[in-house]
């Protein structure tokens, strides 16, 4: 239905997309995006993105983070992967494990946690890509239902 040039152009304005999260909002549930992401507020859940992440100084997040660059200025209670870089500004505090190619730390950041660099980390597949078959295929993601 679509040609291969109408497919590029849908995908670079997938990934050039902006999102922002705003200071007082909270989010219970996970995240996932293929542009950049600034989150002031509180996100209680997992947060991936294809691209840029940006938690802001009032940005409260409790989950894993997994993002191709990341800069933080709030606090983070859970595991955060980094595909290539990391910013951890000086207001930054992340209670939780770091996996990363590259990181800077300024003054007055601080992490509790083991810190992992130059390693490959996984990659980031959002939506039917996180849920491809061995050939290749979308396959529909299946939620088990019990009986009661």
């Known amino acids: 239905m679509f040609n291969k040039k109408q497919d590029k152009i849908m995908a670079q304005d997938i990934t050039s997309s902006s999102n922002t999260v705003g200071k007082g909002t909270t989010i219970n549930g996970d995240i996932e995006t293929f542009g950049n992401i600034r989150i002031?507020?509180?996100?209680?859940?997992?947060?991936?993105?294809?691209?840029?992440?940006?938690?802001?100084?009032?940005?409260?997040?409790?989950?894993?983070?997994?993002?191709?660059?990341?800069?933080?200025?709030?606090?983070?209670?859970?595991?955060?992967?980094?595909?290539?870089?990391?910013?951890?500004?000086?207001?930054?505090?992340?209670?939780g494990d770091i996996i990363t190619n590259k990181m800077i730390v300024e003054s007055g950041a601080t992490f509790n946690g083991s810190c992992k660099m130059g390693v490959s980390t996984k990659t980031i597949k959002i939506g039917e890509e996180a849920v491809k078959d061995s050939n290749g295929q979308a396959t529909p993601k299946i939620k088990e239902a019990k009986a009661v």
Request: proline fraction near 2%; charged fraction near 25%.
């Open 40 to 95: 002031d507020g509180k996100v209680m859940g997992n947060i991936k993105t294809k691209s840029k992440l940006v938690l802001g100084s009032t940005s409260h997040i409790e989950g894993n983070v997994l993002s191709q660059n990341a800069e933080i200025e709030g606090e983070v209670k859970g595991i955060v992967e980094i595909t290539e870089l990391l910013v951890l500004k000086p207001s930054a505090v992340v209670h």
